[in-house]
Structures are given as C-alpha cells and as structure tokens.
C-alpha cells in the first residue's frame, strides 16, 4: 500500500526565516509529486507538481525538489511571511493520488 | 482558479437519510475525484471517475455511491446517512490528457450527520 508520510507535523518560525518541508513515499512507481495548501476551512490550492523525470520545480519564492531512489520530496520557502501561515500536504501520484498528512506552518511577525 | 464548485456547501442531515453532494466544473477534465478529510485521517479517496459513466471505488468507498453522466457533473450520494460520515468532502479534477495528472480542488462540503 502506497504511504506519504511529512515532517515535521507542525512547525512555528519568525517572519523572514527559510524552511524546509519534507516529504516522503514509499512508491517507487511515482509518476508525480504535488505540493498544495491549505488554509482554515478552504480547499487544497496546488502549488507546484514535480513530475517523476524532474528534479525540481520554481514558483517565486518556493523551490520542490524530487528524489526518487530516496523517496523524498521536499519544498522550501524563502523569505517566510505572516501570509505563508497554513498547512502544506504533498500528494504522490502513481496508481493514485496518495496524501500526506500535511505540516501546519505557523509564520509569527 | 479551476472552475470547481460543489453544492450545497454545508449541510446538516438526521441519521439513516439519503444526502447527494454535487461537484461542477467548468474545465472540461476528465478525471474527478471525491475525497473526505478527516481530522487524525488526512485526505482519503472515496470514488473517483475517467469518464462519463466510468466510475471506480477508491480507499473509503463503503456507504457511498457516485454517478456522472455528464463531464461537469459529479454525484456522490450517501444511500443512509451515518454519524461516521460526518466530515469534509472535497471534489477535484485532473486532465490526463496533458499526461501531468495535475489536481485541482473545489472550496468543499461540510456534512454534519446527528
């Protein structure tokens, strides 16, 4: 059975800090990897999607990276703000979409 | 954002009734999924389709049933409401088609059964 596993659960920072996000699958057939947020009592927003022939992936200040032999992804944030403040899941896909548990981010000014 | 709504957004339903939860979508994918969030559970996939009546059942499909017979449309009905399915349903998308399988979420339906 495919597993997605995140650490850490939650995670607390001053504004300003960078972080990093992990990500983890047991499913060496992945054919693609998501990120998304998640604010309060909203849907799942997608923020950027690796797919397995990539490394990497850049939308502003966030960088997702793959490693497929080591099943892990990660997504760092730059420069974090009060804004970034929410829970982040990364979702793996190969025979279907599998979700982590989600890390919730708290940015504190 | 996708073009995802889902109807109604909130519904509050008596044990044993039958509830419909409607998922639309303006996008044209062909792919739709139903999941439900629960707190301690994460993101599960209870049904999802590849096509216009081509449904199958995901990792939570017991109590629940789908049907779609038009691209946009997406029913998930629950045949007797129970207090286990109490939860956050969520509807998405993906367009195989671009073979990038990438997912895009509705605003979701809080389901409170008593």
């Known amino acids: 059975k495919q597993e997605v596993t995140q650490i850490p659960a939650a995670l607390s920072v001053p504004e300003g800090e960078n972080l990093v996000l992990n990500c983890s699958f047991t499913?060496?057939?992945?054919?693609?990897l998501q990120w998304f947020r998640q604010d309060p009592g909203k849907g799942l927003t997608s923020l950027l999607l690796i797919q397995s022939s990539q490394r990497e992936q850049t939308s502003g200040r966030l960088n997702a990276s793959l490693d497929k032999s080591s099943g892990r992804s990660t997504l760092y944030i730059a420069a974090s703000q009060p804004g970034d403040s929410a829970t982040y899941l990364c979702a793996e896909y190969g025979q279907n979409f599998v979700f982590g548990p989600g890390t919730r981010l708290s940015v504190l000014p | 954002d996708a073009g995802i709504t889902q109807s109604p957004r909130h519904k509050v339903t008596e044990t044993g009734t039958p509830v419909t939860l409607r998922c639309h979508q303006t996008e044209n994918h062909r792919y739709m999924y139903w999941y439900r969030q629960d707190p301690g559970h994460g993101l599960r996939l209870i049904h999802y389709?590849?096509?216009?009546?081509?449904?199958d059942k995901g990792e939570v499909s017991d109590g629940y049933s789908v049907s779609r017979s038009k691209t946009e449309d997406f029913l998930l009905t629950l045949e007797s409401a129970t207090s286990s399915q109490t939860s956050v349903y969520f509807c998405a998308i993906s367009d195989p088609g671009q073979a990038i399988y990438e997912q895009y979420f509705g605003p979701g339906t809080r389901l409170t059964v008593t």
């Open positions: 499913d060496s057939a992945i054919y693609n």
């Open positions: 389709s590849y096509g216009v009546k081509d449904t």
